[in-house]
């Protein structure tokens, strides 16, 4: 594996050309959407609007209390109609479309603002604020009014069986084999806006390393729990760093 050296982007190989990456994986997290004034959840001022995760964010909160959790939900998804996608979010949507090879997002956030900036097929390992999931039939609806114990599932029609299309606490992430099968065959990972301190995703950087032949990146506004794995490390907000190196990446191709 070419020697890349940490901080510097890549050394240009002196014995050839500069490795141009084919196979890009991008994780995000709520960082990403900071600037976009959509909280995160271990900032200080963290999200989950003084509620305990364990009282909104589990199947648990929600057979306790269906009624509190639903509002939280909606709350969050009505909050999504007065923010807008940020010069991050358009970057990567950018590199999608410009670079000459596969360029997969996968994100914690449960926002559709990458969609809106311009991302296709982003997999949604947390589930996504827009959807809802009929517990009756199963089905996944688009959603963007409050969902309530009023609610018709648009297939069954039964009352009261929808929920957020959202994935819990003690709940198993969406697409996890397809990220994986990205995981093994990328050849750069960059890791946007995420504090590394929720699995699986936090452990999507040892899963490259173990393939040996990926460069990794984290672009985070301050070290990650995870950032002594990667092999390099771009300190700031994603706003103003990743459109540069989206730049960088599409110079080299
Ligand atoms: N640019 C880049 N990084 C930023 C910015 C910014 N403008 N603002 C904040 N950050 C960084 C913070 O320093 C922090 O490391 O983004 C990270 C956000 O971390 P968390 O709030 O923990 O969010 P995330 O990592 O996405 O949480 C993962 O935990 O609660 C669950 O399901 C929830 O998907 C979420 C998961």
Same mark, same amino acid.
């Given at each position: 594996m070419q020697e890349i050296k940490r901080g510097s982007f890549v050394e240009r190989d002196k014995n050839g050309p500069e490795r141009v990456f084919k196979n890009i994986v991008i994780l995000t997290g709520a960082g990403i959407s900071a600037e976009s004034g959509v909280a995160t959840f271990r900032d200080n001022d963290g999200l989950w609007e003084n509620h305990k995760i364990e009282d909104v964010a589990t199947p648990e909160a929600f057979a306790r209390d269906p009624v509190l959790v639903q509002s939280f939900y909606n709350a969050r998804r009505a909050h999504l109609h007065t923010v807008k996608p940020n010069a $991050?979010? !358009?970057?990567?949507?950018?590199?999608?479309? =410009?670079? +000459? @090879? #596969?360029?997969?997002?996968?994100?914690?956030?449960v926002d559709d603002?990458?969609?809106?900036?311009?991302?296709? $097929?982003? /997999?949604? /390992?947390? @589930?996504?604020?827009? !959807?809802?999931?009929?517990?009756?039939? $199963?089905?996944?609806? #688009?959603?963007?009014?409050?969902?309530t114990a009023e609610s018709k599932c648009p297939t069954c029609e039964r009352l009261g069986t929808l929920r +957020?299309?959202?994935?819990?606490? @003690? =709940?198993? +992430?969406?697409? /996890? =084999? =397809?990220?994986?099968? !990205?995981?093994? $065959?990328?050849?750069?990972?960059?890791?946007v806006g995420t504090s590394g301190n929720v699995y699986p995703a936090a452990g999507f950087v040892s899963n490259v390393q173990e393939t040996g032949k990926a460069h990794t990146i984290e672009v985070n506004l301050e070290p990650s729990e995870g950032a002594s794995l990667f092999a390099e490390r771009r300190q700031g907000k994603a706003g103003e760093l990743l459109p540069n190196l989206v730049q960088e990446l599409l110079n080299m191709g």
């Open positions: $991050a979010h !358009k970057a990567l949507a950018r590199l999608q479309k =410009e670079l +000459p @090879g #596969d360029v997969t997002i996968v994100t914690q956030n603002l990458h969609e809106r900036g311009g991302a296709d $097929a982003v /997999m949604h /390992m947390h @589930g996504e604020l827009v !959807k809802v999931r009929c517990r009756a039939c $199963a089905t996944v609806h #688009d959603w963007i009014i409050d969902c +957020p299309h959202i994935v819990w606490f @003690g =709940e198993l +992430p969406f697409h /996890m =084999e =397809e990220i994986a099968e !990205k995981l093994q $065959a990328c050849d750069l990972f960059i890791s």
